[in-house]
Structures are given as C-alpha cells and as structure tokens.
C-alpha cells in the first residue's frame, strides 16, 4: 500500500507540472485557434526570469513568481500586438512565426544569458520532505501542487464567473457574431495571449529548481503540453486537468514498472491511437467557430 500510495503521489506530481506548462497553451488555442510553438520559450523566460532576479536582484523565490507571472505576459501580449494579431486565420503562417519568435527569444537568451546550463536555488524551508499519512513527500512538490490547483481555480473564475470570461466565451463560439455585440475581439486576444504566456513563464519558474536553466529548455515541455491539450480536447478546460492527471499517473506507472525511456514511448504511442480514433480528444466540447 505505501508503494502504491508513493506511485499515486508522484503521478499527481508530474500531472501537475503537465497542467501547469498545458493550461496556458489550452487557453490560447481554444480561444484564439493559434498553434503557438513559442509557447515553451515563454517557459524558459520565467526560468531565467527567476534566475536573474534571485542571482542579481537577491529577490526571493516566492515574490519572484508573481513578478514572473506579469514579466512573460507582457513579453505575450507584445508579440500578439506585433505580430500575431496580424496572422489569424493562417495557421501555417501563424506556426511557422510562432516557431520563429522561439528561435529569436533562444538566440537572445544565449547573446545575453551565455548557452550554460544555470541553476535556481530552491528555498531552505522547501528542501525538507514533510511527513504526511505515513509518507515522506517533497515540500516543494506539494507547492507545485497547490499553486496548480490555485491557477486551475482562478482560470476557472477567470471563464466562467467574470464579465470578460462572458467575453472570451462568446468569442470562442462565434467571434463575427460577439464583434456585432459590440465585443473588442482584438482586446479579447491580446488579453487571452498575454495570460496564456503569463502561466507558461510561471510554469518555468516553478520547474527551474527541479532542472537546470538552458535556452532550449522549454522544448521537451512543450511536446508534453501538446500531448495533454490534444488528449483533453483543445477547447474544454476540465479536459485539460483530466488528460494532465490520466497522462501523469501512466507516465508514473509506466517509469515504476519499466523506466523513464520507455514510459515517454508508451505514451506517445497511446496518444497516437486516441488521435487515430478520437481525433477532437477525449472531452472535447462541441463548439462552433465562427
């Protein structure tokens, strides 16, 4: 039982890193339709964002992920008014830009960062495990876990119970019909963009104690966060916890009985199967784009 109890508590663990790097890129896909392979460099910025403010500002973790948080989404909301904004309905455009604004942030970071690997100091009062029901469980991973679950609350509010969630939602169904309504669709997008990097630049601040700091770290993680949106289906927020947390707990499993190698070719494997016979994923909601 302590066994089994273990290997739930580190499927909960890697869930919540997946849902963490996975919720932004969720809501800018489901909203706004773009394919953003930037979305793991907006990552790597809250990592070094963390870095830079804890090794020459002498900032603490904590206050630096809030920090984090507004510092990417600024960066998100520029590139959308730049850039972005000018390529919807053109996906391909729209990926191959967003796969050349990583290329651009990787470079700049290596110009002015250097390309080796840095190194986050995790807080003292996290590096002890706490003892809990019978387990030893990492205190830091137990903040990952309740930052996750505070973030998933407040995107909840955020959509569902707030004046610009009726907004956003109503572009997500029909956005010439929500532009007749008077809705700034262009606000709209911006706003969702900025959020969407805003979490991404706080997921890498959460993970950079866990891994070290380098300019392509972000790419791993977001093929992972591909996998849970596309397992979740792209418009559907519950969709997106639920494929982080089933996804989570197989990774977990598979590694336990196997090792790490094989448990990424597993999964790889079985998402390729669902898209084969469920390519709209597994909760998709049945919305209309207009």
């Known amino acids: 039982m302590t066994d089994l109890a273990n290997q739930i508590i580190t499927g909960l663990s890697i869930a919540s890193i997946l849902l963490l790097v996975s919720l932004g890129l969720a809501i800018i896909y489901g909203v706004m339709g773009v394919i953003n392979l930037a979305h793991g460099d907006f990552l790597m910025l809250g990592a070094y964002a963390v870095w830079l403010m804890e090794s020459a500002l002498g900032l603490g973790f904590l206050p630096c992920l809030v920090m984090v948080f507004f510092i990417v989404g600024a960066i998100g909301w520029l ?32 110009l002015s960062a250097g390309a080796q690997l840095r190194y986050v100091k995790m807080p003292d009062y996290l590096v002890n495990p706490l003892h809990l029901l019978g387990l030893d469980i990492s205190a830091y991973r137990l903040l990952i876990f309740s930052v996750t679950i505070v973030l998933v609350a407040v995107t909840y509010i955020l959509i569902f119970h707030t004046s610009f ?14 532009r007749c309504f ?19 630049g706080l997921a890498g601040a959460l993970v950079s104690p866990l891994k ?29 916890v ?33 898209i084969r016979f469920r390519p709209q994923g597994i909760f998709a909601m049945p919305l209309r784009r207009g």
């Not at 009726?166 to 929500?178: K, S, T, Y």
């Not at 639920?242 to 597993?266: K, P, Q, V």
């Open 79 to 110: 590139v959308e008014r730049t850039l972005i904004r000018h390529l919807y309905g053109r996906p391909l455009d729209t990926i191959l830009a967003t796969w050349g604004i990583g290329i651009i942030l990787q470079q700049a970071i290596r």
């Open 242 to 274: 639920a494929s982080a947390g089933i996804i989570g707990e197989l990774s977990g499993g598979f590694a336990y009985f196997w090792n790490d190698t094989l448990a990424r070719a597993l999964l790889f494997f079985l998402v390729v199967v669902l």
């Open 165 to 178: 969630g009726i907004r956003l939602r109503a572009v997500m169904q029909n956005a010439e019909i929500a």
């Open 212 to 240: 070290s700091v380098s300019p392509d770290m972000g790419t791993n993680y977001v093929v992972d966060a591909f996998l849970v949106v596309v397992s979740g289906g792209v418009q559907s927020l519950f969709g997106t």
């Open 182 to 200: 008077g809705i700034n669709n262009a606000r709209i997008y911006s706003l969702t963009f900025a959020y969407g990097a805003g979490l991404a």
